[in-house]
């Protein structure tokens, strides 16, 4: 099912929504954050905090984010957005978070590692979203001293991220795929090259709205360039199938009427659910995808799915909510969102 070699496709967006790269790096004069005391982790944070926060180039460009100092909503708010990881914000004694203004780069310090260098680009922007890691890598480590070896290369907590340390993955957006029932043979073939894919925080059956996350498993053994080729080629072939099973589907009325009754709800529904509103987003992109729904951007949907989500949606309003309050926001957020789209006459149901 899948090949070693795709021609690569110059717009994607359709299906990829992001791209991330994460490095794991350890200070050199340090034992593992797991070996650690909350003094010791405390001490860590303010050695990386000085180091990144004293580069005039990004001093005022970064925040420094004390995670013991965050309400609930706010901690899990930054899961919502992955800026963290869901384990960062499961003990936050000694943690601190580096975040940039745009929120496109953070820096989790203390989590299973003490740096974890993340980047996060729109689209498919792998190469873009290394030279950023790369340069805040280079950074750190010029002032930090991260612990490496000759043999093995960066050493970590994980023997599984012992190596180059990087994770890149990217967020991709399969409904036909998985429709058509095809995700299960796909992720067991992805598995035997070295990849994982899962939902985007990590759950593995049936994920939410069908967005998925492709990441390199491999990190021993492997370049930085050849981890971020083979993902390149993996997920063009996925565009590729996602693609022609969404041509098939689209010729099924049924699957159209489906479509449209989603649109439907988004766009008159006075409360909806966190758990029903992503399908319906998610059916909403599909439409978008397949030219059924204009006027719609893909950027639109991406940060909806993210803004409607339970801590996230308070954090934005500024204080707790009762959940028939949330989903009274959240359909709001989402009619105002979207206007009604320009069907094409071609795409009209009879």
Request: proline share 3%.
């Amino acid at each position: 099912m899948l090949n070693e070699r795709t021609e690569p496709l110059k717009d994607v967006s359709d299906v990829v929504i992001s791209t991330r790269i994460r490095f794991a790096r350890n200070l050199q004069d340090y034992e593992f954050p797991c070996r650690l005391s909350v003094e010791k982790k405390c001490r860590v944070a303010a050695t990386v905090k000085a180091a990144a926060l004293g580069n005039p180039e990004y001093s005022s460009r970064f925040r420094y984010i004390s995670m013991s100092e965050l309400t609930q909503e706010e901690a899990v708010s930054l899961v919502e957005r992955h800026l963290v990881s869901p384990e960062f914000i499961s003990d936050r004694q000694g943690r601190g978070l580096l975040l940039m203004d745009n929120e496109s780069v953070s820096i989790m310090i203390n989590e299973e590692d003490h740096v974890r260098i993340q980047v996060i680009r729109p689209d498919l922007d792998l190469e873009g979203a290394f030279e950023i890691a790369n340069k805040f890598d280079d950074m750190l480590d010029e002032q930090l001293g991260f612990a490496f070896s000759d043999r093995l290369g960066y050493l970590t907590q994980c023997p599984t991220n012992i190596g180059t340390g990087m994770r890149a993955s990217l967020l991709l957006h399969l409904p036909a795929l998985r429709e058509s029932g095809a995700m299960g043979k796909i992720s067991a073939s992805l598995g035997k090259l070295g990849f994982t894919i899962r939902g985007m925080y990590g759950d593995s059956n049936d994920p939410k709205g069908a967005v998925y996350q492709l990441s390199n498993q491999v990190t021993l053994g492997i370049s930085e360039k050849e981890a971020i080729d083979n993902l390149r080629d993996i997920t063009m072939q996925l565009v590729v199938q996602e693609r022609n099973a969404r041509e098939a589907m689209s010729q099924n009325i049924t699957v159209l009427d489906g479509l449209y009754r989603s649109f439907g709800i988004l766009r008159y529904a006075k409360i909806l659910t966190n758990d029903e509103c992503w399908k319906l987003l998610s059916d909403l992109r599909f439409g978008v995808e397949i030219g059924i729904f204009e006027n719609i951007d893909y950027d639109t949907i991406n940060r909806l799915m993210i803004e409607v989500q339970p801590a996230t949606l308070m954090k934005n309003i500024g204080k707790k909510l009762p959940a028939l309050e949330r989903e009274r926001i959240r359909a709001e957020l989402i009619r105002t969102a979207i206007a009604r789209p320009k069907v094409p006459a071609n795409r009209r149901l009879e």
